[in-house]
């Protein structure tokens, strides 16, 4: 496990690639023109902005989560999940990059209603955002319970998990997901819908500055405000998918650690998914259904701004832990 895959060399390949095409056209269309909006200069500072909210929108518990749930299953399924995080990250930003770019060109039907609360286009995002996101990760702590289940009963092959649970709606249900996503490209699909809810602060925060250094300057120009904030958001989570994965494919290369190592990880898996899920629905059950029940609306009100560096976190713990566990077990052994 010390090489990376081939197809983890061309994910990171395509983030460098990102990342220079960015900052080129940055240097390019953007510094020699010194477009000035009153006091501020649209400058390396604004790019920067551009920059680190895409990285920090990576590290939003439900990126974390979709990213971590995708690469268990498709581990469980022998396939390499290097990719999962790339083509997240590509379906969430094609949506982040239309709608910038009709910020920037004035659509005033789209303009208007940026950071507005009570325009429609909020309303909509309010419900749409949280509700795809939160019954992905359900379905996916669905389909990861299922194998868990199989884990447990020593099946070997957990690459079926409807297998793992009894009939009815549920297995069919964990049955169709685990058949749809089968492979690492059908993220961006998934990326796709979760970016159409586009009510997360960062989002928000680029379209405004976008709408702004797109009354100052060139569309083309503007443009590369969200070019750049893409390269951050696909940096991060294509990083965290290459890494997810080589910690997943670890847990199969040792017959002795892949029972315990592999429940662990999947429990945390499905825990993660299980939290983001259910407070996601809450919310939408308590902004957009008017359900003032306290338990819903305590779950709802649940702050999930650092849970995704909590779940990289606890992740990157459960592999620190038992590779240290086998490595004294190997002294121990010689």
């Given at each position: 496990m010390n090489r990376l895959t081939p197809t983890s060399r061309s994910v990171l390949i395509t983030i460098g690639a990102l990342l220079v095409v960015g900052w080129s056209l940055f240097a390019i269309?953007?510094?020699?023109?010194?477009?000035?909006?009153?006091?501020t200069t649209f400058g390396i500072g604004l790019a920067l902005t551009a920059f680190i909210l895409g990285i920090r929108h990576a590290f939003d518990a439900d990126h974390i989560a979709a990213i971590d749930n995708a690469a268990r299953k498709l581990v469980a399924d022998g396939r390499d999940p290097s990719s999962v995080g790339l083509w997240f990250a590509f379906g969430h930003s094609t949506v982040v990059l239309v709608a910038v770019g009709l910020v920037t060109a004035g659509v005033g039907a789209l303009t208007s209603q940026i950071g507005v609360d009570e325009s429609p286009l909020a309303a909509f995002t309010g419900v749409w955002g949280p509700t795809v996101s939160s019954l992905f990760l359900l379905t996916m702590a669905g389909v990861n319970l299922a194998i868990l289940i199989g884990l447990y009963r020593g099946r070997h092959a957990v690459g079926d998990p409807g297998r793992a649970v009894?009939?009815?709606?549920?297995?069919?249900?964990?049955?169709?997901?685990?058949?749809?996503?089968?492979?690492?490209?059908?993220?961006?699909?998934?990326?796709?819908?979760?970016?159409?809810?586009?009510?997360?602060?960062?989002?928000?925060?680029?379209?405004?500055?976008?709408?702004?250094?797109?009354?100052?300057?060139?569309?083309?120009?503007?443009?590369?405000?969200?070019?750049?904030?893409?390269?951050?958001?696909?940096?991060?989570?294509?990083?965290?998918s290459i890494v997810t994965a080589r910690i997943y494919r670890w847990s199969v290369d040792d017959p002795a650690r892949r029972r315990r190592y592999n429940a662990t990880l999947i429990s945390i898996s499905i825990s993660v998914a299980l939290i983001v899920g259910t407070v996601g629905l809450c919310g939408v059950l308590v902004d957009a259904l008017g359900v003032t029940w306290a338990p819903v609306a305590a779950i709802a009100a649940t702050d999930l701004d650092s849970f995704g560096f909590i779940i990289v976190g606890a992740i990157l713990l459960a592999w620190l832990t038992s590779w240290a566990l086998s490595r004294a077990a190997r002294s121990r052994a010689a």
């Open positions: 269309l953007v510094l020699p023109g010194g477009y000035q909006a009153g006091a009894s009939g009815g709606l549920f297995t069919a249900v964990i049955a169709r997901t685990s058949a749809t996503l089968d492979t690492p490209w059908k993220m961006f699909i998934v990326g796709l819908l979760f970016g159409l809810g586009f009510d997360t602060a960062s989002t928000i925060a680029l379209m405004l500055i976008a709408g702004g250094a797109g009354v100052v300057m060139p569309w083309y120009a503007a443009m590369v405000l969200p070019l750049l904030f893409t390269a951050g958001m696909v940096m991060c989570d294509g990083v965290n």
